[in-house]
Structures are given as C-alpha cells and as structure tokens.
C-alpha cells in the first residue's frame, strides 16, 4: 500500500469514533481560541508563502467547483433547473444527488438522469476558481489531489500532475466489479443524451453494459457502495505518494481548497499529518 493510502485508511479508521463530531457540523479536535487573522491579512500571507515555499500540493474539493458554479449537487437553485430541470419537475428532486441516490423503477430510468449527470460535469467549461489557481501556480512545482469526480482538473493539468482519488466521471466500472478494467464514458454519455432529447428515459440498447459479464455498467466513482478500486485506483495514490517522496525534504505547502467535513480523512487530516511529520511543510492559511 502506498503511502498517503495508507495515511488515508489510518486516518478513516481512526475517525469512526470521530465522526459524531463531524456530523454534527463540529469537529472532534480542539480549536485554538486565536481570532483568524483579517481576511486581507490572510491574502498576504498566502502570497508570502506561494513565493517562499519549493512546491505545493493542491488538496481541491468540492467548494472548489461550487465557488466556480457547480453548485447543483444538493441544492435545487437555478443551475440545478437548467440542467436537471425535466426531472426537478417529473420528481421533485432537489439537487443533483439526489436524483442519484433515487430507487429508479428501471434502468432506462436511471440511466437518464445519470446520463444527464454526467453530461453536465463533462461538459461544463473551466471554472474561474481553477483558472485562478492556475494562475497563481504558475510558476511553482505543483501537484494536485483530488477527490472531486467533475474532471475539472484534468481540463487543465496532464495526468501524471493529478490524482483523483474518489474517481472520474469520464470512466464505467463494471457495477459488480467483475473486471479491473474501466473503459470510456464519454461516447456512450454523449449517444444517451442525443437518444433521449427531452425525454426522461434512454432506450434500452443504449444502457451501458460490462463488456466482460453483461450487468449493467456503473460511473467510476465512490460514493454508491461498489467503487472499483483496483489498478486505476491505486494509480491515483502512486502519483500523489511518489510526489510527497520527491519533495518530502523540500519546503512545502499544503494548500486545502473547498475541503468540507463530509470525507475529512481524504484531504484535510492527511494534509494536517503530514504538515506536523514532515520538517519543512506548512498548510496554508
Ligand atoms: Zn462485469
């Protein structure tokens, strides 16, 4: 096992018993009683240390994208109806996940409205918040972690510069695992969405299959309960643990970005870890 995987299932282990807190909207660490600094402050600072640090490991999450308007997975706002807006009204969903979590009568059914799904993050343009990152990394050695699903990253970045540890959207699993293999999702998307127009369902031939075993095909991603983890997985945590062994000795910040307290083992507590063990890091402000 690699090593930031291995800091993961420790950390997700440890925090079963913590998890009460985070549930609540707390936290199970005590907080400082410092008052944060003046916003401008925290600017300033951040810039200081983008200029004085080596390199950077980016932890982006989901406020990320919603920052940039993605912000359709659980609110029903005005982005949810232009893109969800058929089955906002078919079945009073309110947001996008919910729809997914949705016990559909068929697979015609299901398949439209993750057809839908994930269309709409395949398709939707860089987002500022990225841009702006970019911007500011510009001249640094960087890598990025990720457990967003949207391929926002990979828009901009090569593969080898980002691991996407909960998945992408632009790949199938099989959903009984059967295989190891994940293939392209992005034809199939596309052949759904033209086939179903303004209707609500897929035709069956179009709902995507394993090749190998026939079952229905499933998005590579967590969050179902059957997210393959196999060789493209742990691809993901050999790219973000060979960079972590590359630059452990140099002066490195870990920039968390849009990290919220659903999945704090992933990113935040990692990050935090890793800044207390390794001599020269430091997250950000
Ligand atoms: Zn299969």
């Known amino acids: 096992m ?5 800091l993961v299932v420790e950390l997700t282990n440890r925090s079963f018993s913590l998890q009460a807190a985070y549930r609540n909207g707390s936290t199970p660490y005590e907080l400082s009683d410092r008052e944060p600094e003046p916003y401008d402050q925290q600017i300033d600072d951040f810039a200081r240390m983008i200029e004085e640090v080596d390199c950077v490991l980016v932890g982006g999450a989901s406020g990320l994208s919603a920052a940039g308007g993605g912000d359709f997975y659980y609110e029903d706002n005005a982005t949810y109806r232009r893109h969800f807006g058929k089955f906002a009204e078919r079945y009073g969903f309110k947001g996008a996940f919910e729809g997914s979590f949705y016990r559909w009568p068929t697979a015609e059914a299901r398949w439209g409205y993750l057809a839908t799904f994930l269309d709409t993050t395949l398709n939707a343009p860089l987002r500022e918040p990225y841009k702006d990152l970019d911007a500011i990394l510009a001249k640094k050695d960087f890598f990025v972690l990720t457990t967003n699903q949207d391929t926002q990253f990979m828009k901009i970045y090569p593969w080898e510069k980002v691991a996407e540890i909960q998945g992408d959207h632009r790949f199938f699993q099989c959903s009984r695992c059967c295989t190891d293999d994940v ?5 199939p998307v596309s052949r759904m969405i033209e086939a179903m127009g303004d209707g609500l369902e ?5 709902v995507p299959r394993c090749p190998h075993c026939g079952e229905e095909a499933f998005p590579w991603v967590r969050g179902y309960g059957n997210f393959l983890q196999g060789k493209l997985y742990e691809e ?6 060979d960079w972590l062994d590359a630059h452990a000795q140099q002066r490195i910040l870990f920039l968390e970005l849009g990290v919220g307290r659903m999945t704090p083992a992933f990113i935040q507590e990692p990050f935090w870890a890793l800044t207390a063990q390794l001599p020269q890091a430091a997250t950000s402000p």
């Open 183 to 187: 293939w392209d999702a992005t034809e």
């Open 2 to 6: 690699t090593l930031y995987e291995q």
């Open 236 to 241: 993901q945590y050999r790219k973000v643990s």
């Open 202 to 206: 897929v035709p069956t031939e179009l």
